[in-house]
């Protein structure tokens, strides 16, 4: 199945449909929409949309956010090619550091080599975006150095 799914770089006028995308997967919109344009679409070849994954950048460092797959399609490596793709962006947009939430998926996200931090140890331009707000609180931290 993997084959058959072309991931693509988001672009403004995927905002509305991210933000639906999210919604559907219990995932937060805060603050999509200044970063819409680093996200990554996973589609099959019938246009329909199988994933999504973001990244914000501050600077050296990097926010991983927003890594949806549809259920349908769950189990099959979209998530992890869509978390490569982003971690590919950020090298090449000059991103050192990569930091990620999660409430339930360290096992899953320390197989991308992320490791779990201390929230006080997250770079402060990172902790100041609204993924590190309120909806957040209690989430995990992680970080993966790139570079």
Known sequence: MLADVHIRHAVKGDLERISSF?????????????????????QDRNGSWVGIAGLEVY????LLRSVAVDGRFRGMGQ?????NAVLRDAESKGVE???????????????????????????????ASAEF???CASAVAMRKILK
């Open 22 to 42: 999210l919604e559907d997967n219990g995932l937060p919109i805060s603050g999509v929409e200044k970063c819409v344009e680093n996200f990554v679409v996973a």
């Open 59 to 62: 600077g050296k460092h990097g």
């Open 79 to 83: 998530g992890r090619a869509l978390v």
């Open 97 to 127: 550091t990569v930091y990620l939430l999660t409430d339930n998926a360290e096992a899953y996200f320390g197989g991308f080599g992320f490791e779990v931090v201390d929230r006080e140890d997250v770079d402060e331009a990172v902790k």
């Open 133 to 135: 707000g309120e909806m």
